[in-house]
Each structure stands twice: as C-alpha cells, then as structure tokens.
C-alpha cells in the first residue's frame, strides 16, 4: 500500500485560506486508488486543525503539488510509494506569505484554537491554576506557538493573563 506525505503550504494564498501553519500528515493508499482519494484521505486528517467550520472545503480547494518540482498535479493521476506533495492555492515558490498576511493568519488561527479551547497542540489552554504550575519557558512556548507575542509580560501572570485572555 502506497504512503504518501502531504503539507500545506504556506504562500500567502495558502496562509490566507487555511489559516494554520505547520499542517502535514501521512497517508497510505489502497492500491489502484489516486490523487484524489489520497488528497481527501489527507484532508480527513488535516481539516480538524484549522479552526475555523469550513475547514474542509478551504483544504479542498487546493491545489496538488509535487513537493520537489513543483509541478502541479491532478487528482485522476496515479500514486506510488514515498510520493512528497504539497496542498497550496499557489505554485511552489512564487514567493511566502507577506509579513501582513503571515501576522493575520496566526492571529486568527490563536483566536479560533483559542476558542475551541485549544493549544497549538490540540489539548486544553488550562485553567489558571493549572497554568500557573508551568514553567515560564512553557507559558512563552504556548504563546509563541499561538502567534501571540510575550513583550510587556514582565511576571509569570502576565504571561497567564495573555494565555486565558487569547481564549475568551
């Protein structure tokens, strides 16, 4: 059975549709099956972390890319072993995403995990007391991954604050 790894990529197209950085995932494929069936294998996987309820229909609107050439794929074609892809709205290497685009996408992404109650991780924010029993490293690594920004956090609460008030 075939195994093939897709990511999304992360052109401001991309970025702008799908909101999350740093999606990928593996996937086998039963024989005679195509790109098509492997891109909504993927998609299966994928869709339940972006926050947002259209999740699955900005996954399906993008674009298979060979992750090595570049070169664009369709759906109808066959797999094979090891096969490296990327999901993106644009062609590979046209340029990442803008300093604007890259900054609203993690704001955004932060805000919806937030809600849903989510660190970058998939597991629970926390409550403040069990904030509180992490290390500041932790709580620094958790608002960086959130695309939140740790200046004027000068106590361990401000950094606890920033956290809890990222999920309301």
């Known amino acids: 059975m ?5 990511a999304v990529s992360e052109d401001e197209a991309t970025l702008l ?3 999350t950085r740093g ?3 593996d996937v086998d494929v039963p024989a005679g099956k195509d790109l098509g069936y492997a891109k909504n ?3 299966d996987k ?5 926050p947002f309820c259209h999740a699955v229909a900005a996954l399906a609107n993008l674009r298979i890319f060979d992750a090595e050439s570049g070169e664009e794929l369709q759906e109808g074609e066959a797999v094979w ?3 490296k892809l990327l999901l993106a709205m644009e062609t590979p290497g046209e340029g990442g995403p803008s300093a604007a685009a890259s900054a609203f996408a993690s704001v955004v992404s932060a805000v919806g995990r937030h809600k849903l ?3 970058g991780d998939g597991k629970a924010v926390g409550s403040r007391e069990e904030l509180q029993l992490l290390p500041l490293k932790e709580l620094k690594a958790r608002l960086k991954e959130a695309g939140l920004s740790t200046d004027g ?3 361990k609460s401000d950094l606890i604050d920033r956290l809890l008030g990222a999920a309301q």
Not at 2 to 6: G, N, V
Not at 46 to 50: A, D, F, K, T, V
């Open 2 to 6: 075939p195994k093939l790894s897709f």
């Open 17 to 19: 549709t799908v909101m």
């Open 23 to 25: 999606l990928a995932t």
């Open 41 to 43: 294998r993927a998609i």
């Open 46 to 50: 994928l869709w339940q972390n972006i």
């Open 81 to 83: 072993d090891g096969m």
């Open 117 to 119: 109650g989510l660190d």
């Open 153 to 155: 956090c000068l106590e």
